[in-house]
C-alpha cells in the first residue's frame, strides 16, 4: 500500500520511532496524519516540523478504548475512512515475576490493549469499504525475549499473537497488517534498560532507519518488518530447536551478569 493520500493515525508520535514514522510517512504525501501522545509539548514541535501535509495532534491515553474510539472517529468523520493506524505507543519495565500488579497491568494495557482497542475502532469502517491497514510496532521481544523484562516479553509476545490473529482473521476482507519487530533502537527506552547489551548484540539501529523499515514493509504488504535482518535467523532457530534456542539465550544472560529480573 502507498501512503499518498491516505489518512494516517499515529501513536506515541511524540519522540522516537513514532516521529521517525511519522517524518517518513509525511514525505509520502498522505491527505491527513493524526499524531498522537500522552504528552503534548513533543508533538507540537514535531507537527510545526511537518510543512506541507496536513496533520493535527493531541493527547491520548492509548490503555482507553474510548480515547482511542474518539480520535478514530474524528478521523472518520471528517475524512471518511482510516487508511493506517500505526499502534505504536510502547512502554518497557525492568522486573521479572516479581513485578508489580501495576507494572504488569500498564505492560498489558498500554503492549497488547492499545492494539486491540485500535482494531475495534477501526475495523467497522474498514471491513465496510473492504480497504485497511495496521502497523502493530512489537518489538524482536515479541518473536523472541526480552533477557531483564518479564512484562515486556509477555505483552508484546501478545501483540504479535493479536497481529498474526488480526491478519488472519481480516486479510481476506482487504485488511493488511505489519508487525514491526526491531531489536535494539537509539531511543529514550533505551534509559529504561538495565542492561543496554541486551538489546544491541547486533548493533544499535536508528528511529529512522526502522521508519523506512516499516514503510517497506507497507508497501510490498509484508507481515514482518525486522529492521535487524539478524532477527529472523534467531526466530528460525527458536522454531527448528526449541531448547537449544532456550539454553544459547541462558548462556545470553549469563555473559551478561546472570540477571534474570532486572
Known amino acids: 500500500m502507498e501512503l499518498d493520500n491516505k489518512t494516517i493515525i499515529i501513536t506515541g508520535a511524540g519522540g522516537g520511532i ?83 500488579a501495576k507494572d504488569w497491568q500498564l505492560s498489558l494495557e498500554v503492549n497488547l490493549m492499545a492494539h486491540v482497542h485500535a482494531a475495534a475502532a ?26 531483564g523484562s518479564a512484562p515486556y516479553t509477555v505483552s508484546k509476545h501478545a501483540a504479535l499473537a493479536f497481529a498474526e490473529w488480526l491478519a488472519i482473521s481480516h486479510g481476506g476482507q482487504g485488511v493488511g497488517v505489519t508487525a514491526l519487530c526491531p531489536q535494539g533502537v537509539n531511543t529514550p527506552m533505551l534509559d529504561s534498560l538495565d542492561n543496554v547489551a541486551s538489546v544491541a548484540s547486533d548493533g544499535l539501529v536508528t528511529p529512522e532507519a526502522v521508519a523506512e523499515c516499516a514503510l517497506e514493509a ?8 525486522l529492521p535487524h535482518p539478524g532477527v529472523a535467523h534467531y526466530f528460525q532457530r527458536k522454531a527448528s530447536d526449541h531448547d537449544r534456542w532456550i539454553r544459547g539465550m541462558q548462556k545470553f544472560q549469563a555473559s551478561l551478569g546472570g540477571s534474570n529480573s532486572g
Not at 507497507?218 to 518488518?225: G, S, V
Open 122 to 147: 477501526c475495523l467497522p469502517s474498514m471491513l465496510a469499504r473492504g480497504r485497511g491497514y495496521f502497523l502493530h510496532t512489537v518489538s524482536a521481544a515479541g518473536l523472541l525475549s526480552q533477557i
Open 18 to 100: 513514532g516521529a521517525a514514522l511519522a517524518r517518513r510517512f509525511a514525505r509520502c504525501q498522505p491527505e491527513f496524519m493524526l499524531l498522537l501522545d500522552l504528552h503534548p509539548g513533543p508533538l507540537e514541535v514535531l507537527a510545526a516540523e511537518l510543512t506541507g501535509v496536513a496533520v493535527a495532534h493531541d493527547t491520548c491515553d492509548v490503555s482507553s478504548a474510548e480515547a482511542i474510539r474518539r480520535q478514530v472517529d474524528r478521523v472518520v468523520g471528517a475524512y471518511g475512512r482510516i487508511d493506517l493506524f500505526c499502534a505504536n505507543a510502547g512502554v518497557f519495565v525492568s522486573a521479572g515475576a516479581d513485578a508489580s
Open 218 to 225: 507497507i508497501r510490498e504488504e509484508h507481515f514482518l518488518a
